[in-house]
T-cell receptor
């Protein structure tokens, strides 16, 4: 079975631009979660999607949004990029999202905002 | 809200030795899961071990074991017979068991473990 894939792997943007990151979960997984990892704040939860519905959202501004498609693939979008958005963005997938399952993480997308 | 605290930013251990990483958490929940994740230099996050809060028996996975003290809200990871490949960032994480509003892993800041020859 293929693992969680994230595209692109690396991205450089300038302040004010917007960016879209993609995550393809493991086949059969319907829950996709997104996390932001920075040296200062560590790993922070962004949102979780299940069957095309956002079930949970972390404490991030409205510039951060996401969606999930019928094939469970998920995208997250960041508008009006700020320098502080530079981070590694990780997505994780599982069948239903609960702690009794293993969350499988993708390799991440490294975003650099200049 | 749940908080997860890892008080050791960096640790070092020699190959074949045993090391213990500490984690404490704060929650008002009675049912939850605790995890240790490993993130090597490749940045690929990998689950090391999981503990269900309702289970008194400590989880073990080969060389990895935990000491779960529910009353003290403590969840430490013991790595036995350390190997060079264990060099990584280790994150302690918490997740509620039941949620009507979805699930989320709440991570600590991490402990950087270096295994030396």
């Amino acid at each position: 079975k293929a693992g969680v894939t994230q595209t692109p792997r690396y991205l450089i943007k300038t302040r004010g631009q917007q960016v879209t990151l993609s995550c393809s979960p493991i086949s059969g997984h319907r829950s996709v979660s997104w996390y932001q990892q920075t040296p200062g704040q560590g790993l922070q939860f962004l949102f979780e999607y299940f069957s095309e519905t956002q079930r949970n959202k972390g404490n991030f501004p409205g510039r951060f949004s996401g969606r999930q498609f019928s094939n469970s693939r998920s995208e997250m979008n960041v508008s009006t990029l700020e320098l502080g958005d530079s981070a590694l963005y990780l997505c994780a997938s599982s069948h239903r999202g609960g702690g009794w399952e293993t969350q499988y993480f993708g390799p991440g997308t490294r975003l650099l905002v200049l | 809200a749940q908080t997860v605290t890892q008080s050791q930013p960096e640790m070092s251990v020699q190959e074949a030795e045993t090391v213990t990483l500490s984690c404490t958490y704060d929650t008002s929940e009675n049912n939850y899961y605790l995890f240790w994740y490993k993130q090597p230099p490749s940045r690929q996050m990998i689950l090391v071990i999981r503990q269900e809060a309702y289970k008194q028996q400590n989880a073990t996975e080969n060389r990895f074991s935990v000491n779960f003290q529910k009353a003290a809200k403590s969840f430490s990871l013991k790595i036995s017979d350390s190997q060079l490949g264990d060099t990584a960032m280790y994150f302690c994480a918490f997740m509620k068991t039941h949620s009507n509003s979805g699930y989320a892993l709440n991570f600590g800041k991490g402990t950087s473990l270096l295994v030396t020859p």
